[in-house]
């Protein structure tokens, strides 16, 4: 993924005087970056893209990217709890015995597949997520360098793509929503990691839009 930075530098050719290497991303004045985000779709992608690069300049918005997290997140528990109602109603209509087995068979999937009931661990996840967006774990197997010797030759990190950062461990998201880590894999694993991969994705593809932008 090339790094927003230099998407920025692009399509601020005249305000681009910085390095990346040495954290010139300061240099970048608010105008060149309201300039630039204006090629990304509004929506949650951007906001996530404003909030991981330029924390900053975020703030104001972060009630709002709050707000589009909320309604990702619930809409998702509202999809999974209709799912869960469904199959209960097919179950107790089912005419037949083999109606009856397909339904509980429903039943079993979408309990399974339920998050936990609405509580605070909702929002800790959401916060926990953004945070691990802007502080992603430095990849253990190459120590963040992306690449390492495979005899004499330098060969890409397998383990994190050549990227140096990895996703976080079980423990260090148990301890952001302050439960124990088997607390945290018996029963907030999924919810934790679908918003993740959804935030993930969305920021992905705002990087891409605004890659498309800056090589026009
Ligand atoms: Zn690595």
């Given amino acids: 993924m090339t790094h927003p930075a230099y998407l920025l530098a692009r399509l601020n050719p005249a305000n681009a005087r910085f390095d990346v290497g040495s954290g010139g991303i300061q240099e970048l004045t608010q105008q060149d970056i309201a300039a630039s985000i204006a090629f990304i779709p509004q929506g949650i992608g951007r906001e996530l893209l404003c909030r991981v690069w330029w924390p900053e300049g975020a703030k104001l918005n972060a009630a709002d990217l709050d707000k589009r997290l909320i309604d990702l997140q619930f809409g998702e528990w509202r ?53 691990e967006l802007i502080d992603p774990r430095t990849c253990p197997d190459c120590k963040g360098r992306g690449a390492g010797m495979a005899g004499e030759l330098v060969r890409g990190c397998m383990r994190c793509a050549g990227t140096g950062k990895t996703i976080r461990g079980p423990v260090w998201r148990a301890a952001q929503l302050r439960m124990k880590h088997q607390s945290y894999r018996q029963m907030w694993e999924q919810p934790y990691e679908w918003l993740f991969e959804k935030c993930n994705d969305e920021v992905h593809q705002a990087t891409r839009e605004l890659s498309k932008a800056a090589s026009v």
Avoid: F
């Fill in 79 to 131: 999809e999974r709890m209709d799912a869960l109602v469904t199959a209960q109603i097919h179950e107790q209509t089912a005419e037949t015995g083999w109606a009856r087995k397909q339904a509980q068979n429903e039943l079993v999937r979408a309990r399974h597949h339920m998050w936990p009931r609405i509580d605070e661990t909702y929002s800790l996840i959401r916060r926990a997520v953004v945070n």
